[in-house]
């Protein structure tokens, strides 16, 4: 058994900044699925300064507790300041990882660099696309692409007609209805994308939500649920001990941990006692 810190295991069971940046100015990716461990990490830069940052991860509880710490590093710090971090500043800040462990470290890492590199791109590229024109849809008004994603944004549209009367594109020859209709289905197949959970979400709040509020009721009666593997929608739990609560709605210890998953998390999430 690793031997983990008290931050490491502070980190992995509490993790700040889990998520993702709308519009964010850099996005880093390091690792691979396949191998078991993938990072994404968003930053939000203004005036050369990392105002916020967040991160999608998927794998153990050192790469969630290197990624989480790697964000509260950076917050604050000029990009200067910023890319000067090393893998091993991660794992100092951390207290240290087992050497079996140090390649989260380098996970978060080479994230933030493939993400500053992905910056110091777009800054070369500004003068560039500030040059560049919007893209019009609707070239009997003049109505670009960004207007009418605008208005779909602000007031909720969801037929051309309604873009129509708030814009005025495809009012004329109507050519365009179609390009608006691609925008308007584009942006709620966006939108749905964005509200979904992703794999490495849906571990953090199901690990959330067993610790702080299963474990806890369980605990008032003695019993007990440790969480052993996650695969899609299957949940490996051990339970042991009893609950009160349980007996009284009715349930088995198993079927009141997958109700409360069900309910919090994902409606087709299945509970495995092992």
């Known amino acids: ?50 105002t916020d940052a967040k991160f999608q991860t998927f794998g153990c509880g050192s790469a969630v507790a290197s990624s989480s710490i790697l964000t509260e590093m950076i917050i604050g710090k000029t990009v200067d300041e910023v890319k000067k971090i090393t893998n091993q500043d991660i794992a100092d800040q951390l207290d240290g990882l087992p ?8 996970m978060g890492y080479e994230a933030l660099e493939d993400a ?8 070369d590229l500004d003068e560039i696309r500030n040059e560049a024109p919007e893209k019009i849809v609707c070239t009997c008004f003049g109505i670009t692409e960004n207007q009418i994603w605008d208005a779909i944004k602000s007031n909720g549209y969801k ?38 959970l992703s794999p490495a979400q849906k571990i953090l709040k199901i690990n959330n939500i067993i610790e702080n509020q299963i474990s806890l009721e369980l605990k008032k ?18 339970l042991r001990g009893k609950c009160s609560g349980c007996k009284n709605s009715h349930l088995t210890l198993k079927a009141f ?4 998953l069900k309910d919090a998390v994902d409606p087709n999430i299945e509970v495995i006692e092992v």
Do not use: F
């Open 1 to 50: 058994m690793w031997d983990y810190s008290d931050k490491v295991i502070d980190h992995y069971r509490n993790p700040r900044n889990v998520g993702k940046i709308d519009n964010a100015d850099a996005v880093g990716l390091a690792g691979s699925l396949a191998c078991g461990d993938q990072l994404k990490i968003y930053l939000k830069i203004e005036n050369n300064i990392v």
């Open 99 to 106: 050497p079996e462990k140090m390649h989260c470290s380098v």
């Open 116 to 123: 500053l590199k992905n910056w110091d791109n777009y800054q």
């Open 159 to 196: 037929t051309v007609e309604e873009i129509t009367e708030h814009t005025q594109a495809g009012g004329a020859c109507g050519r365009c209805k179609s390009l608006i209709k691609d925008i308007i289905d584009t942006y709620y197949k966006k939108e749905t994308e964005e509200s979904s």
């Open 221 to 238: 009666d003695g019993g007990d649920i440790t969480l052993v593997d996650i695969q899609d929608n299957k949940v490996m739990v051990k």
């Open 257 to 260: 941990v997958e109700r409360t």
